[in-house]
């Protein structure tokens, strides 16, 4: 682990990386989302709003994903002191606040023609609600660090401690009656027809990869930030 805790190493890796993730996500995740929104049949209850899926599920999976990635990135900061660990954490935070609010976005368009409204405090809803907000406290409490290109400590526990919500989320269907519908797709199988199945698992590969890229680039922007700072300091010390 501590291999690529030099910024020159990880560098050298993540710059041909960051490119073979975003392309082949770029790829992926729009030819999934035209492959259902085009070749999928027409679902027999909700019609065509469901092909919303192609674009919901990978963002609830990768909001949860995200907050997950906060999570151990911060432990692994506050045990092991991996100098990257903070710059990881910080890096994911805004792509995934931004998939948590594009999956509570999508929920509602969905939910309008299917519930009626565009909004119900259920507790998917309302705990992937919660994500959201944890997400802006995290950029909040991160941004307020004075440790330039890491989190602080706060952060990192409070990294960890938000990790509680993600069972919450995960088990809510089961846990409190819901409108939202259960877990489709479960170790035993899925219930999601084939024809709706393949692209899904496209679609979320394809998203994650993008998701991946993201972060390997706001990783290597704060890095070069951190670069140009002590830059500028020795030539103001000169």
């Known amino acids: 682990m501590h291999r690529f805790a030099n910024p020159a190493r990880f560098l050298r890796l993540?710059?041909?990386?960051?490119?073979?993730?975003?392309?082949?996500?770029?790829?992926?995740?729009?030819?999934?989302?035209?492959?259902?929104?085009f070749a999928v049949p027409t679902e027999r209850l909700m019609g065509d709003t469901v092909k919303i899926i192609f674009v919901h599920v990978p963002?609830?999976?990768l909001g949860m994903g995200g907050w997950m990635?906060?999570?151990i990135a911060s432990l692994v900061q506050l045990v092991w002191r991996h100098p990257l660990a903070g710059i990881a954490a910080r890096a994911?935070?805004?792509?995934?606040?931004?998939?948590?609010?594009?999956?509570?976005?999508?929920?509602?368009?969905?939910?309008?023609?299917?519930?009626g409204t565009w909004w119900v405090w259920d507790g998917r809803l309302t705990s992937m609600l919660v994500l959201f907000f944890l997400?802006?406290?995290?950029?909040?409490?991160?941004?307020?660090?004075?440790?330039?290109?890491d989190t602080s400590r706060v952060a990192a526990v409070f990294g960890i401690i938000g990790a509680v919500n993600i069972p919450i989320i995960n088990r809510s269907v089961i846990w409190w009656e819901s409108q939202h519908q259960k877990a489709?797709?479960?170790?035993?199988?899925?219930?999601?027809?084939?024809?709706?199945?393949?692209?899904?698992?496209?679609?979320v590969a394809g998203f994650s990869l993008l998701f991946s890229a993201l972060v390997l680039m706001r990783m290597r922007a704060a890095l070069a930030e951190m670069r140009i700072d002590a830059r500028m300091r020795r030539m103001a010390d000169d």
């Open 14 to 37: 993540a710059k041909p990386l960051t490119p073979a993730l975003f392309w082949p996500g770029l790829v992926l995740a729009l030819g999934a989302c035209l492959w259902g929104l």
């Open 59 to 61: 963002a609830a999976w």
């Open 69 to 71: 990635g906060i999570a």
């Open 92 to 115: 994911i935070a805004v792509p995934g606040a931004t998939f948590a609010a594009i999956c509570l976005m999508t929920g509602s368009i969905w939910g309008r023609p299917t519930w």
């Open 135 to 149: 997400y802006l406290g995290y950029i909040a409490l991160a941004n307020a660090s004075s440790e330039k290109g």
């Open 184 to 203: 489709s797709i479960t170790l035993g199988g899925s219930s999601i027809d084939g024809a709706y199945l393949t692209p899904l698992f496209v679609a």
